[in-house]
Structures are given as structure tokens and as C-alpha cells.
């Protein structure tokens, strides 16, 4: 069998999963997520020769191990071929891991040390690449990183306003969903040469949100910082916040450091303003007043960041709609259009229906694109060039 990668990328409650032949091109031989991991999970599948296709995996919950393990039996199953190499997102690479690396003992020890920058996704990247390892001991087993895709930023862009010792410590913003901006930068690049469509704001909008301005394919700010928190508000995370309000959880209403975080973290965001989903198709689809605050506070959030991070640039040229809801919600992205129209946004609603690679207007004197991400892809990509041999 020929030599293959395979990428592994785990969301909040999902695995992503993707093998390629381990060559220049990079092609796909095998697609597949397992989704709803907390309940009801199901398995989705393509490529190896056959049509599409899906199965219920019982009740759930599924833990992450038991997710990688089952899509290592559908790719062994498969006989397509065997990885030699297996890519994992990691969410946090801390100071040090600013590309690529492969994954030994020291690395992966290094890496769990980060989990306290990074407490709900950290964890469950270490217990997948613990799996890997034992699903595929003879693969090679490489990091790619969220966070290093952000790493050049100017310091006034990643230093707070705390003592000097904090911020040398590590506290300091690293930016995330790099992996996703990365790729986005790479399909910029090629429709539009080294400029990568100029001064760029790309909106990576799902579960996770995040904004990030780029000047010439690279990061010059981005909303998330320190962690995932940061930012937007998103379907379950509250997003910016004035650090004096976890002061008053913590001293006026008594509350513990992990009640805290599980607010921040799970019962905040969309579904906290709601009170009744985080899910935004089903915001959308409510009459209720409660819904429409949420999607609105999203939105105001969007064109509020989108504004800051155009005076970050200095401009812009490009808007980028990408990730779930960037994707698939035509009303969000004529929504957050509108927010951005003092810019010189214009969005083309029937194009913009219609989900086309470009939907800004006519008039608009801002380019407005739609563009899938490929997180998989990505990795893939950046193994083939830590590990170019076969």
C-alpha cells in the first residue's frame, strides 16, 4: 500500500478525520467525521470507492479515545491503506511550538503542562494523540499547532497590560484557530497571488469563533487571546469579558474557580442569552425575543471586532465567511455584512443565498468571500512538509 497521512481533528463535541496518499497533491483517499459525541453520536463517511455514507452509534455518549478508535477501524477496514503518519491538531502550542513538530515523550510531557492555558481542548488533543499512538505505533506521530499560525504578530498585538514578568511567564495573547486561517490564507494565495487578497479579515465562525486580520497571507491580530474565551460571542463561550466580573463571581457571589470556568466555558454565549440553545440554526428559526438577542448580540459582537481589527490593518480589502456557521447561515453572513457596511461591505443577497465563492455586490467596495475550510488539509499539509520522505 502507498505511503498515507492521516489527520485527526477533534471539535467540542466531534472528530473530524481525513487520509491522504503521501505525495505532492496530497490525495484524499478517505473523508469521515463522528459528530454529537454527547448524544446520539454518528458516524459520516466518504471516499474508498464507495457512495457516502452514515451510521448511528448508539445513545452516547462517546469518549474521544473511542471516536479515534473507530475511525481507525473504518480506515484499516477500508483497506485503502495505512498511515505512516498521523497529523493531530493541537489547539495549544504554548511559546515554544511555533510549527510543526513530531511527538516524543518530551513534546507530548511539555504539551499536557499547557493544559491550564487550554483546559477543555488541551486535554482531549493529549488523550487522541495518546490513542494514535497505540492505534498506529509504527507512525510517525506529528503536532500541528492553532496557535503558531498567530506567532508573528507584533508584540504591542500580544502583550497585556500586566507586570512585565507575567507576560515573559507566557501570559500573553497566542490566538487560536490558526490551523483554519492557515489553510484560508493558502486558498487566498493561489486565487490571488503573494497578497493574498490584501488587508483581510477572515471570520471563522462556528461553535468556536474567532476573527483574525491578515496583511499579505500573515496574522496581525485576532480576537481570541490568552484562550479560546477570548472574542466573539460563541455558541456556549462568552467571549470578551471585563475581568472585573469574574472578580465579582469570585468574591461577591462565592463562587469556586471551576463553577466559574464551566460558565465561561458551557453555559454562556448564545446559549446563555438564549436560555434555551447554542445551536444558531435553531436561533434562527425561533420567534422567541430570547433567540433573537443571542443572534444579535453575535452579530454586534462580529461588526464591532471587524471594525477594530480594520483599524489594526489599516484597511480592508477582503472579507472571508468561513467554519460552520460562516458557511451554511446566508443570514448571518447578510447580518454581519450589514454590521460591516460603513466599510464599504456590500453583500449581493441572491449570490449570498445561493452560498457563491464571492457574494459581495457590485457596489461593494470590499470583496466578500465564502470559503470552506479544510482543517485536515491543512495538517496534512504542514506533515508533508516536516516529513517530506516516504
Known amino acids: 500500500m502507498a505511503p498515507a497521512i492521516l489527520a485527526l481533528n477533534a471539535g467540542s463535541s466531534s472528530l473530524k478525520f481525513a487520509l491522504f496518499e503521501r505525495r505532492s497533491g496530497l490525495p484524499r483517499l478517505m473523508k469521515g467525521s463522528i459528530e454529537s459525541l454527547d448524544a446520539?453520536?454518528?458516524?459520516?463517511?466518504?471516499?474508498?470507492?464507495?457512495?457516502?455514507?452514515?451510521?448511528?452509534?448508539?445513545?452516547?455518549?462517546?469518549?474521544i479515545g473511542?471516536?479515534?478508535?473507530?475511525?481507525?477501524?473504518?480506515?484499516r477496514s477500508s483497506g485503502i491503506a495505512e498511515p505512516d503518519a498521523v497529523g493531530h491538531r493541537i489547539v495549544h502550542g504554548g511559546q515554544r511550538f511555533t510549527s510543526p513538530v513530531l511527538l516524543d515523550e518530551e513534546v507530548v510531557e511539555e504539551l499536557r503542562r499547557l493544559v491550564p492555558l487550554a483546559p477543555i481542548h488541551q486535554p482531549r488533543n493529549m488523550e487522541i494523540v495518546d490513542t494514535a499512538k497505540r492505534m498506529f505505533p509504527r507512525a510517525?506521530?506529528?503536532?500541528?499547532?492553532?496557535?503558531?499560525?498567530?506567532v508573528e504578530r507584533p508584540a504591542v498585538a500580544t502583550t497585556y497590560g500586566l507586570p512585565r514578568e507575567l507576560s515573559q511567564s507566557g501570559v500573553r495573547s497566542y490566538g487560536f484557530h490558526g490551523v483554519s486561517y492557515a489553510y484560508i490564507a493558502s486558498e487566498l494565495r493561489q486565487s490571488f497571488g503573494p497578497a493574498a487578497g490584501g488587508k483581510v479579515i477572515v471570520a471563522h465562525l462556528g461553535s468556536g469563533a474567532s476573527l483574525c486580520a491578515m496583511a499579505g497571507g500573515k496574522s496581525v491580530a485576532t480576537t481570541m487571546g490568552f484562550s479560546p474565551l477570548d472574542g466573539l460571542v460563541m455558541s456556549t463561550r462568552c467571549g470578551s469579558l471585563d475581568p472585573g466580573v469574574v472578580l465579582y463571581l469570585l468574591q461577591e457571589r462565592g463562587m469556586?474557580?471551576?463553577?466559574?470556568?464551566?460558565l465561561l466555558y458551557h453555559q454562556s454565549g448564545l446559549l446563555g442569552i438564549s436560555g434555551s440553545t447554542g445551536d444558531m440554526r435553531r436561533l434562527l428559526e425561533s420567534d422567541s425575543s430570547e433567540a433573537r438577542e443571542a443572534v444579535d448580540a453575535f452579530v454586534y459582537r462580529a461588526g464591532r471586532e471587524i471594525g477594530s481589527l480594520a483599524a489594526a490593518l489599516g484597511g480592508l480589502d477582503t472579507l472571508v465567511f468561513t467554519a460552520g456557521?460562516?458557511?451554511n447561515s446566508p443570514a448571518v453572513r447578510g447580518l454581519i455584512g450589514g454590521a460591516a457596511r460603513w466599510l464599504g461591505v456590500q453583500v449581493d443577497?441572491?449570490?449570498?443565498?445561493?452560498?457563491?465563492?464571492?457574494?459581495?455586490?457590485?457596489?461593494?467596495?470590499?470583496?466578500?468571500?465564502?470559503?470552506?475550510?479544510?482543517?485536515?488539509a491543512e495538517v496534512a499539509r504542514e506533515v508533508l512538509r516536516l516529513l517530506p520522505g516516504a
Open 349 to 376: 443577497a441572491d449570490l449570498n443565498l445561493r452560498g457563491e465563492r464571492s457574494i459581495s455586490s457590485l457596489e461593494s467596495k470590499v470583496r466578500v468571500l465564502v470559503i470552506p475550510t479544510d482543517e485536515e
Open 140 to 150: 510517525a506521530q506529528v503536532g500541528c499547532f492553532d496557535t503558531a499560525f498567530h
Open 40 to 63: 446520539n453520536p454518528r458516524l459520516r463517511l466518504s471516499g474508498g470507492g464507495e457512495p457516502p455514507r452514515q451510521r448511528d452509534l448508539g445513545r452516547g455518549p462517546l469518549d
Open 256 to 262: 469556586r474557580a471551576e463553577e466559574v470556568a464551566r
Open 66 to 75: 473511542t471516536a479515534v478508535g473507530i475511525a481507525a477501524d473504518e480506515i
Open 325 to 327: 456557521i460562516g458557511e
